[in-house]
């Protein structure tokens, strides 16, 4: 099958051949895809295939154009005639990542178009979803051509701008006068193709249902960062899904007033907050009842707590000069920090999660790649990290931040696991992740819709750029 691509007047043939043949690629890709044949065997390589189950040993997986044809034990799965084989001794498979708060701006809300679909990409995330937009034009433009393989990156998740209160100061949101506007906000960014939208932290509790009511009529999602308004009232009001969880939940709080959010601090608000108490139970029973998923995003939460945050190399070398060493700094501030209270609480929110998993709930992760040493892609990295630390398996992990995303998203048909039939969306490892957790970071090859990329090549392209573009 060939089909014809036109872009800026040039067209390009991209073909898909019978056999191991190179397939034609858009300049903007040639760089970095080291492995482009059609039908690939990927040999004695360790498989967490994104389902919860126990890694398996020994496994090949058959890469046949953009999908999956087989996996299974070298017994029973040959290598097809004219395959390029690679040997994964020593390595691991997971599929591509799915970063459900994975935002393509950086300090001070900066559009990254530039770095940051590189920088997803060279850490194996294959999906993002952009969980509030500064530029929601800018996002959908770039996913249409990633779409078209003219750009290197991620499947983008668009989400529409946020929906925030009013009475906030200058910046990048739309301050909601009220249900109505809330109502024409959706509609508008609904029919320009975004698929999600994030409530944000002021946001009244008679605007979030409208925006919900609406994004509902139109087909699409909402999720939120709340604080003015409770993850109960929410989850009354019929939203989706809710971001970052505990740190974020108001309500068990008893100074909070209706619609504000309140001006309290950490220790204040969870300091004696009990996750066994039958107040935070019933949150969880509510929103594990109405399906309401949830997104942890474990390593922007511990940059409130920078005495326990591990010095990354990578990110001083990923940002720009004048922010590399603000980062570096924060680094070394860490270790005079006084945060035994944010500490504390980070520990409770991990444990939330945990009762949030065992009462049924459905947790996603994501990076939100905003500040400081949270950039794209190692943010992820460091969740996988942290989730284990917070008592998952490593399984568990590789599922809450691949095959849960893909459900959340409603794309497990066809991302998330690594099964016959699955998108080729696979990211090698070097090393052993289960023993290792650290090991995560040792990306090698990240394969996209069955094009493998090279991890390193990516992530030199962009040293020195997150924080400018
Ligand atoms: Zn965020």
């Known amino acids: 099958m060939v089909r014809m691509i036109r872009f800026l007047g040039v067209s390009l043939l991209v073909a898909t051949p019978l056999f191991a043949q190179a397939r034609e690629l858009a300049p903007a890709l040639k760089p ?3 492995v482009n044949e059609s039908v690939v065997a990927l040999t004695n390589a360790r498989v967490i295939d994104g389902t919860g189950t126990p890694a398996k040993e020994g496994q090949t997986i058959v890469i046949r154009g953009e999908k999956i044809a087989a996996v299974g034990p070298a017994s029973s799965v040959s290598v097809p005639a004219g395959a390029r084989t690679i040997d994964l001794a020593g390595k691991t498979v997971i599929p591509g990542i799915i970063g459900l708060h994975d935002h393509m701006y950086y300090g001070g809300m900066r559009f990254m178009g530039v770095s940051y679909p590189r920088l997803f990409l060279s850490a194996g995330v294959t999906t993002i979803r952009t969980t509030g ?3 929601a034009y800018q996002e959908l433009n770039l996913k249409r051509v990633i779409d078209s393989s003219l750009a290197v990156g991620p499947s983008i998740v668009v989400t529409g701008p946020y929906l ?13 006068s009220g249900p109505d506007d809330a109502r024409r906000m959706v509609r508008y960014w609904a029919d320009e193709g975004v698929t999600w939208f994030k409530a944000y932290t002021q946001i009244s509790r008679a605007d979030l249902g409208a925006a919900i009511d609406e994004a509902h009529k139109h087909g699409v ?15 009354a009001l019929g939203i ?3 971001e970052h969880g505990m740190l974020t939940n108001t309500e068990w709080y008893s100074g909070k007033k209706p619609d504000q959010c309140p001006q309290a601090s950490t220790g204040d608000m969870y300091g004696t907050l009990d996750i066994n108490s039958p107040d935070v139970q019933r949150t969880i029973q509510e929103m594990v009842k109405k399906k309401v998923a949830m997104t942890s995003t474990l390593d922007v939460f511990e940059l409130g707590s920078p005495s326990r945050v591990p010095v990354d190399q990578r990110v001083l070398d990923a940002l720009y000069p004048d922010m590399s060493k603000s980062v570096a700094q924060y680094y070394e501030r860490g270790k005079t920090a006084n945060d035994s209270v944010e500490r504390a609480a980070f520990k409770k929110s991990m444990e939330f999660e945990r009762a949030f998993v065992k009462a049924g709930g459905l947790l996603g992760a994501g990076s939100d790649p905003c500040c400081l040493s949270s950039i794209a892609g190692y943010g992820d990295q460091r969740n996988f990290e942290l989730l284990t630390e917070a008592g998952f398996t490593p399984e568990q992990a590789v599922q809450i931040m691949t095959s849960n995303g893909a459900k959340i998203l409603g794309f497990d ?3 998330g696991t690594i099964a016959p039939g699955m998108q080729a969306d696979l990211v090698v490892i070097a090393g052993n992740p289960i023993q290792t957790p650290g090991d995560i970071k040792n990306v090698e090859t990240v394969f996209r819709r069955g094009l493998g990329y090279d991890s390193a090549k990516l992530r030199e392209s962009i040293k020195g750029l997150v924080g400018l573009r």
């Not at 925030?164 to 909601?176: D, E, I, N």
């Open 240 to 242: 989706d899904a809710l």
């Open 133 to 135: 937009s500064v530029d």
């Open 413 to 415: 048909k066809t991302v």
């Open 164 to 176: 925030q209160g009013s009475g906030v100061g200058p910046g990048a949101m739309h301050p909601l």
């Open 221 to 235: 999602k909402v999720t939120a960062h709340l604080c003015s308004v409770g993850f109960r009232e929410a989850v």
């Open 32 to 34: 970095y895809v080291t």
